[in-house]
């Protein structure tokens, strides 16, 4: 096979890729380990940044998001006797939009088959050739048949655990690494949000997060021990947890059959560069944040966005600046995403550091709750910059 983008994974980095460089008139192939039904089910991320939804948009793929995703103006941020509300889009004039990846999916892979974008499910054995030449190559294994696709270049779209960045050599590149003493517990449940905005938890026995996918469908998160068992945590348990750890006078919160239930481990990463030859790693092949942020997706999103706007200056008329910068770019507004995850994660957890960092995390609690330039601070990292060229 003959294409010019081979893509290695088929999450939201990949098929937005995919689609961008479709409507520039840039082939593709898309290659996926897991069935579409895997992937379009899988529950991740659900709260999408202005510039994602913009960019949704602008692909053609937005008008279910349009009808269907909660629009949001803002967060609230809860302890024990006192909630405030950050009002983001009276600060910064940009809005969130909840919206559960899952859904995302659906919409990119519809747009892809009427499209024609060759997006391959199930491959096996996946093996990138060359990428450090003029002349990379992927092979995979498809239904028992060993394929090869030639290419101009490789995405590495992956994730964390894919073959795009393990195939970088010893040496070539630099890694970033930070776990964080506690897990999450989330689940996903049948219950009516008790809250029009998400709320984030600040109390002594740990985080708990309030979110949700729908009118109907809430996702709570309650912070656990690293490494914690998941059949010590029966259903009445979470529930009698997160009503603690929630409390706020003259509020209760909904609770109702829990439908999905799992435990995430809370870790920060980078991987620099995240290029190298004619292979690019975009999303969390590159780098993952604690989800406390909600940055994953959203920085997925703005990978791609600047990938596809370097590719195609080379397709038009073979500049080569976009596409050397792309890392140095990109990671611009990685490490403002790591920062404010970091920042977010260690404000709202317990760390077992003792009293001492419990009270910085009052005092600073406080100031977030007196000052406007804190809370306008916290409004323009949480909704995300403006993207621009070089950002």
């Known amino acids: 096979m003959r294409t010019k983008v081979g893509i290695v994974g088929g999450g939201p980095a990949g098929l937005l890729l995919a689609l961008l460089l479709q409507q520039a008139g840039v082939d593709s192939v898309v290659l996926e380990a897991k069935p579409r039904e895997y992937v379009e089910k899988r529950v991740r991320a659900g709260l999408l940044e202005q510039n994602t939804v913009d960019l949704m948009h602008r692909l053609g793929v937005g008008d279910r998001l349009a009808r269907e995703g909660l629009h949001h103006t803002g967060v609230y941020v809860r302890r024990p006797g006192r909630t405030q509300h950050i009002e983001m889009e009276r600060l910064t004039g940009r809005f969130l939009t909840i919206y559960g990846q899952q859904e995302v999916m659906k919409d990119l892979y519809t747009a892809a088959g009427e499209r024609g974008i060759d997006v391959r499910f199930e491959v096996e054995d996946v093996v990138l050739h060359d990428f450090d030449s003029d002349h990379p190559s992927i092979a995979f294994t498809e239904q028992g048949r060993t394929v090869t696709v030639e ?215 406080n100031y977030l709750q007196r000052s406007e330039a804190a809370e306008m601070v916290f409004a323009e990292n949480y909704v995300g910059l403006p993207a621009t060229d070089d950002f």
């Open 151 to 365: 290419c101009d270049f490789i995405a590495g779209c992956d994730g964390f655990h894919g073959v795009s960045r393990a195939s970088l050599p010893d040496g070539s590149y630099t890694e970033f690494d930070l776990q964080y003493p506690f897990d999450w517990l989330g689940i996903l449940a049948e219950a009516a949000p008790a809250t029009d905005e998400l709320i984030y938890a600040w109390h002594e026995r740990g985080f708990a997060l309030h979110s949700m996918r729908s009118e109907h469908i809430s996702r709570l998160y309650i912070q656990v021990p690293p490494g914690e068992d998941i059949g010590a945590w029966p259903d009445e348990r979470i529930w009698k947890e997160l009503q603690i750890r929630m409390a706020s006078e003259g509020w209760e919160l909904n609770e109702g059959p829990v439908l999905e239930k799992g435990i995430t481990t809370m870790r920060s990463y980078v991987c620099e560069p995240m290029q190298l030859g004619r292979l690019f790693l975009a999303g969390d092949a590159a780098h993952i944040v604690p989800p406390t942020g909600a940055k994953g997706l959203n920085l997925a999103a703005n990978d791609v966005r600047l990938l596809a706007a370097a590719l195609l200056d080379w397709y038009r008329d073979g500049s080569t600046e976009r596409l050397e910068g792309y890392s140095s770019t990109a990671l611009r507004r990685v490490w403002r995403a790591q920062d404010f995850s970091n920042y977010m994660t260690t404000l709202l957890h317990q760390l077992g550091e003792g009293p001492y960092i419990e009270q910085l995390q009052i005092s600073r609690l």
